[in-house]
T-cell receptor, first 116, second 115 residues
């Protein structure tokens, strides 16, 4: 597609369940990011991929959160044993991967996760 | 660590009014600065950016100047339109270099422009 695609757009789950959120970046973009946006807050960085590898996962809040990008394109954010505090909009973004100052991030519309 | 503080909203203006949304930052080194906008039902999109001190970013009638001495990047527009109604986010990038655009965002400012 033309832009970053995220599925599902909405996900309601129960506390303790496992959740997967998918991101399909813009074709040809080598860099991919996950952010989390809680109500009334700006997006917070979770993890950055350059190609298939996680180059920076310093924003992942704990070991219940994990993300993969096995073929360097689509990425999946995985959350185990969900908690109510995980409720947020999860944003994915991609970029060309060019050096800083020459590119920009292109964001998807997000996946809204609600943990009951 | 890095942080961004922006004017809290909501901000409500009449069409053709002047807009200022304040943004100040704290960062080590020399970050790049950005304004992102989120229109209703759409994803975040880059509005403008500035990569070094005294640079002015501009787009769609919006402007912001990178002021190192005041650590600010205030967003301005001389005459707003109803179509400018959106949430505006100020952000800075980590200055570690390379291709990592790890952004630190402010909390966002909701702008509503009435006809």
């Amino acid at each position: 597609g033309a832009g970053v695609s995220q599925t599902p757009s909405n996900k309601v789950t129960e506390k303790g369940k496992y959740v997967e959120l998918r991101c399909d970046p813009i074709s040809g973009h080598t860099a991919l990011y996950w952010y989390r946006q809680s109500l009334g807050q700006g997006p917070e960085f979770l993890i950055y991929f350059q190609g298939t590898g996680a180059a920076d996962d310093s924003g992942l809040p704990n070991d219940r959160f994990f993300a993969v990008r096995p073929e360097g394109s689509v990425s999946t954010l995985k959350i185990q044993r969900t908690e109510r505090g995980d409720s947020a909009v999860y944003l994915c973004a991609s970029s060309t991967g060019l050096p800083r100052g020459t590119g920009e991030l292109f964001f998807g519309e997000g996946s809204r996760l609600t943990v009951l | 660590g890095n942080s961004v503080t922006q004017m809290e909203g909501p901000v409500t203006l009449s069409e053709e009014a002047f807009l200022t949304i304040n943004c100040t930052y704290t960062a080590t080194g020399y970050p790049s600065l950005f304004w992102y906008v989120q229109y209703p039902g759409e994803g975040l999109q880059l509005l403008l950016k500035a990569t070094k001190a005294d640079d002015k970013g501009s787009n769609k009638g919006f402007e912001a100047t990178y002021r190192k001495e005041t650590t600010s990047f205030h967003l301005e527009k001389g005459s707003v339109q109803v179509s400018d109604s959106a949430v505006y986010f100020c952000a800075l990038s980590d200055d570690s270099g390379g291709s990592n655009y790890k952004l630190t965002f402010g909390k966002g400012t909701l702008l509503t422009v009435n006809p």
